[in-house]
Nanobody, 126 residues
Framework: QVQLVESGGGLVQAGDSLRLSCAAS????????VAWFRQAPGKEREILAA????????YYIDSVKGRFTISRDNAKNTVYLQMDSLQPEDTAVYYC???????????????????WGQGTQVTVSS
């Protein structure tokens, strides 16, 4: 069973940047999809970005395209989410997740992911 630990959240002002990290232990990311989700108070959890370890294919939802970048470090078994031009509406708890089995493509539903980190809070003030 893989364990995921997110870090890098915090309180920033609108327009600032943050880089979140998702480190895995117990299993490598090799061959798997890793995704970043977020959940704001009173809202459903939504996928932001995902990366397929096997072919480096990436997925972004429209609202973060051009602002957020997902990347990976094979040696550190870590996935990053670079977030630029943050806005108050980006305030949420951010989670990384990975499925229990390998997929041939990236799926966007939270139900497709079985291992989750504890989350890291991102708060953007105006």
């Amino acid at each position: 069973q893989v364990q995921l630990v997110e870090s890098g959240g915090g309180l920033v002002q609108a327009g600032d940047s943050l880089r979140l990290s998702c480190a895995a232990s117990g299993r490598t990311f090799g061959g798997y999809v890793v995704a970043w989700f977020r959940q704001a108070p009173g809202k459903e959890r939504e996928i932001l970005a995902a990366i397929h370890w096997r072919d480096n294919n990436r997925y972004y939802i429209d609202s973060v395209k051009g602002r957020f970048t997902i990347s990976r470090d094979n040696a550190k078994n870590t996935v990053y989410l670079q977030m630029d031009s943050l806005q108050p509406e980006d305030t949420a708890v951010y989670y990384c997740a990975t499925p229990a089995r390998t997929y041939s493509r990236i799926y966007s539903a939270s139900s497709d992911y079985t291992s989750w980190g504890q989350g890291t809070q991102v708060t953007v003030s105006s």
